[in-house]
């Protein structure tokens, strides 16, 4: 780009931040700079790769700039090139700033691991399901079994499904893998658990009783979604969305259509929006409900697991009246809804959410009064807000380290900008802390719910017709129960060229070992479960003694239980 | 379980071999082992669901136990992910004589909406022959459709599996008519 | 005062919360969608069901002359999409969930249709029903002679059409 840009960067900025970010861009790297455009709220730099680290390296010291993820595509059948597009957010300003990056074919990338500490598991990603190149860092499997064969990228087109399961026969000896680690006491928490969610497997290095490090190996639940996207068309994929998490599939199905509705540019009627945001603060109510069970079970105190899902089954059985299904609701469609909120409903609905909302202050007041809770909570699993902020952590798990990050307010979506409602955020960054964060939205979710019925506008509930166009980038983002859900779509004729899904946890959980350092072991499962995986980690723990070599197995409540009382 | 009520409570129809007797005096309690081969977590929070004071399994004696080694009954939910195969055959594997199966939603049934993707095999019908090869034999198994299975499936689901209850699916082929 | 001990009054207060299935009906509300029923008289076997259901629970294929509708009940996912796309509003969605068995063969629910044969290549293609629905909705009538004609012949045909118009090559 040769000619002057700045009065291209005063067309493109939405306001005064990201004015600053494009001119520092500009500045160091204006011959690399392939184009610059803006759509709605989405501004895309397509820049050359060798040049990619130094722009990045002159904005990553922005206090509202932060890494939300990075798609991978295949794009070499339509430009030639694979390509890399990092999505960033600037958060006063909402505005979302992706950087379009052609990669050639067995040429290396600059890694931004050091920069952006999120962007570590995106790389390895990457270099899993499409092999792309990064140098300056170490790789490993993290997505694929470890003895996927090499060369064998299951995200390329040229790979059909049928080629990788016959070129990939899963094994039944399961490989165990090492770390010799001296002194230490090694106890792996994984994969089954008695009571519930998916298996995953951590690894506490334990020293006494204090956890000194951790190791998280996951992805068990690697399904192959994306690949299994391609070959669907566009209303079916709003199912396979909501089959993603079985607890925040709204919020996967919602993220989708709002970003093809993005990049395609469809009007959705205002009754749709209102519809989508009603049953987004249900859902919101059940899974921090189910949460508050989970963490009193965890505690030992049982009383109150059985009370939080008592009240629950409230939630489940007004969203099965609403959309049809306990779970899953099934109603997003592209351009709309596709059940209506009849008006002979919404007595029931404010029927239940008054009941809930008694029921649910006593519970809380009696559950935090009772003295295991209040003290096993207090002090422990703290999470400093300098490494919320540089690992670009979400939800109530930044929220309460002090960070105000809610897509809700920062991206506005579908109804939300007609309600009033505050975002909770507390500073001490403990337990403690993101349990207050989770009740408190709980009573401002009521509140939603309350001013959304009462002011919903008539009208129809789908757009009639839209017009798929191929290659277009749309971003979907909504705030889930856990954090930001964000989905990066690009279109084609009948279905979805690209579709990247980026759940909250699997941003969260990068940080789970630091919050993990310190801690004492029995409080390392409340730790864990305190950012709210959408896959559960606590287990059955096996407890090895490295020097005498036996093995005693322990049920997580035992070691839960042995809580010392100190003062 | 312990007494009949209002219930009709008839016995299957298989002739009663000794594994059977087995099965009527298991009617007691079943000790149950929830075992996630990848499942997206619905099926499970309805399996936890039933726990909890709205459906108050235990009052059948059902209680959920900490390994397979303990259990009778293995509650599998999700299409069997190729990561997690090996530690699905060693759970099986693991419980003792008689082995029974409940394979709960669509997932565990015929694997689902994933029922074609290169990380997941399919659902139970896809592992059982990987189970047949490795030894492992598995006495009862029973499916339960459903996405998610509601609790009060899953009760039925049990139900039929110890045989208090006759399925009341069956096989319908009709021919399109004319209007 | 211990404050942890209002719950002993909570629990009096709320009494059993039980709902005891299966002595007591279950609750379900009227929007609950179960498994679904394929009218064997509306429904003309036009596929559009099978293209729409995502895990592929509905499949239409050929068994000799015959055309089948085969409903897994096993892998729906119970979404809906059938009943709301099918264009002669032939699925209904009842209530049942109670549909556990052992016999993976149960979860079947077959609707079979004749077939129309292809004048040309006499293999067949596609419904007799599908046929008289098409000629019925369509004002000016489709040309009797592509009427009964398979796809693949259908190309074949049209293309000689052209070809004889064009070029002046005899065609049939």
Not at chain 1, 41 to 66: G, P, Q
Request: proline fraction near 5%; glycine fraction near 8%; charge should be neutral.
């Amino acid at each position: 780009m040769s000619h002057d840009y700045s009065e291209l960067i005063e067309e493109l900025s939405r306001g005064h931040r990201s004015r600053v970010i494009l001119s520092k861009i500009l500045e160091v790297c204006k011959d690399s700079v392939l184009d610059l455009s803006r759509r709605n709220i989405t501004i895309k730099v397509v820049i050359k790769a060798n040049c990619l680290r130094t722009a990045l390296e002159s904005i990553y010291k922005e206090h509202d700039l932060y890494l939300r993820t990075i798609a991978a595509s295949d794009e070499r059948s339509r430009e030639g090139f694979l390509k890399l597009y990092y999505v960033f957010g600037i958060d006063n300003e909402g505005t979302n700033l992706v950087f379009e990056v052609p990669v050639v074919e067995g040429v290396k990338v600059d890694t931004i691991s050091d920069l952006f500490r999120a962007s570590d598991w995106y790389e390895l990603e990457a270099h899993d399901l499409l092999g792309i190149e990064f140098n300056g860092r170490q790789m490993s499997r993290l997505v694929l079994p470890e003895d996927w064969p090499e060369d064998l990228y299951p995200l390329r087109k040229e790979v059909s499904v049928e080629e990788l399961k016959k070129m990939y026969q899963p094994q039944l000896v399961s490989r165990v893998s090492e770390l010799e680690v001296e002194e230490v006491v090694r106890i792996p928490i994984g994969p089954y658990h008695p009571a519930l969610h998916e298996p995953e497997y951590f690894e506490l290095y334990v020293r006494g009783e204090k956890v000194v490090d951790a190791r998280y190996v996951g992805f068990m639940v690697h399904r192959g979604i994306e690949k299994l996207a391609e070959s669907m068309k566009y209303d079916q994929v709003p199912f396979l969305a909501e089959r993603i998490c079985g607890i925040c599939g709204f919020v996967h199905s919602t993220s989708y259509v709002q970003a093809v509705e993005d990049a395609l540019g469809i009007e959705v009627p205002e009754r749709a929006h209102f519809i989508r945001s009603i049953v987004l603060e249900v859902e919101r109510l059940h899974s921090h409900l189910l949460w508050l069970g989970v963490a009193l079970h965890l505690l030992g105190y049982d009383t109150g697991f059985m009370h939080a899902w008592r009240i629950r089954e409230k939630v489940m059985v007004l969203a099965e009246l609403l959309t049809g299904s306990r779970k899953t609701y099934g109603i997003d469609l592209v351009g709309g809804v596709k059940k209506d909120i009849d008006k002979d409903k919404i007595p029931k609905i404010k029927e239940t959410l008054n009941a809930l909302k008694k029921e649910f202050k006593e519970l809380v007041d009696v559950a935090t009064s009772v003295p295991q809770v209040k003290a096993r909570l207090t002090g422990t699993g703290i999470l400093p807000r300098g490494e919320a902020r540089a690992y670009s952590l979400v939800g109530p798990t930044v929220r309460g380290s002090g960070l105000a990050r809610d897509v809700r307010k920062d991206y506005t979506y579908a109804a939300y900008h007609y309600v009033s409602f505050k975002v909770p955020v507390y500073t001490e960054g403990d337990n403690l802390a993101r349990t207050l964060v989770r009740i408190d939205e709980v009573f401002e979710s009521i509140s939603i719910i309350e001013q959304l019925v009462d002011m919903m506008p008539g009208g129809p509930i789908k757009a009639e017709k839209w017009e798929p166009q191929p290659m277009r980038l749309g971003i979907g983002a909504v705030e889930a129960p856990r954090g930001e859900v964000i989905h990066v779509v690009l279109t084609d004729l009948y279905g979805p060229y690209r579709w990247r899904v980026r759940a909250p946890t699997y941003q969260n959980l990068q940080a789970v070992p630091i919050m993990l350092k310190g801690v004492d072991l029995a409080d390392a499962p409340l730790t864990i479960a305190s950012i709210d995986p959408c896959f559960s980690c606590t287990d059955r723990a096996v407890i090895i003694n490295l020097r005498s070599g036996s093995v005693k197995t322990l049920p997580i409540e035992a070691i839960s239980r042995r809580v010392r009382r100190n003062g | 379980m312990s007494d009949g009520g209002k219930l009709d409570l008839t016995l299957s129809e298989f002739t009663l071999n000794k594994l059977e007797e087995v099965f009527i005096k298991l009617k007691r309690s079943v000790w149950v082992f929830h075992l996630n081969t990848g499942s997206c977590n619905g099926c499970d929070i309805e399996v936890l669901d039933v726990l909890t004071p709205y459906f108050d399994v235990e009052r059948f004696g059902i209680k959920l136990v900490g390994s397979p080694r303990h259990a009778d009954l293995i509650l599998l939910t999700g299409p069997v992910t190729i990561k997690t195969i090996g530690k699905v055959v060693r759970a099986i594997k693991a419980m003792p004589r008689p082995r029974l199966v409940l394979a709960l939603g669509s997932c565990g049934v015929g694997g689902g909406i994933w029922f074609n993707t290169y990380a997941t095999l399919g659902g139970y019908p896809r592992i059982e022959k990987i189970l047949k090869d490795a030894g492992v034999e598995v006495d009862r198994i029973v499916y339960v459709p459903g996405c998610p299975v509601r609790p009060e499936a899953i009760i039925y689901g049990v139900a039929v599996l110890l045989g208090l209850l006759q399925p009341k699916s069956k096989r319908r082929r009709v021919s399109a008519v004319e209007g | 005062m211990v404050k942890f001990l209002k719950m002993l009054s909570i629990s009096v207060r709320e009494g059993t919360a039980t709902r005891k299935y299966p002595f007591e009906s279950p609750l379900v509300t009227p929007e609950f969608r179960g498994k679904i029923e394929v009218d064997p008289v509306k429904c003309v076997g036009c596929g559009a069901c099978t293209r729409i259901c995502p895990p592929k629970a509905l499949t239409l294929g050929y068994e000799g002359d015959e055309i089948v509708l085969k409903y897994f009940e096993g892998r729906c996912i119970f979404c809906g999409m059938c009943a709301y796309v099918c264009p002669q509003k032939a699925i209904t969605i009842s209530k049942e969930f109670e549909l556990a068995t052992w016999e993976l063969e149960d979860l079947y629910d077959e609707v079979v249709h004749t077939t129309v044969k292809c004048r040309i290549c006499g293999k067949p293609f596609t419904t007799v029903k599908f046929v008289k629905e098409i000629e019925k909705r369509i004002d000016n009538k489709v040309p009797e002679d592509l009427l009964t004609v398979c796809p693949e012949c259908r190309k074949k045909l049209t293309a000689r059409k052209i070809g004889s118009k064009v070029v002046g090559v005899s065609g049939e």
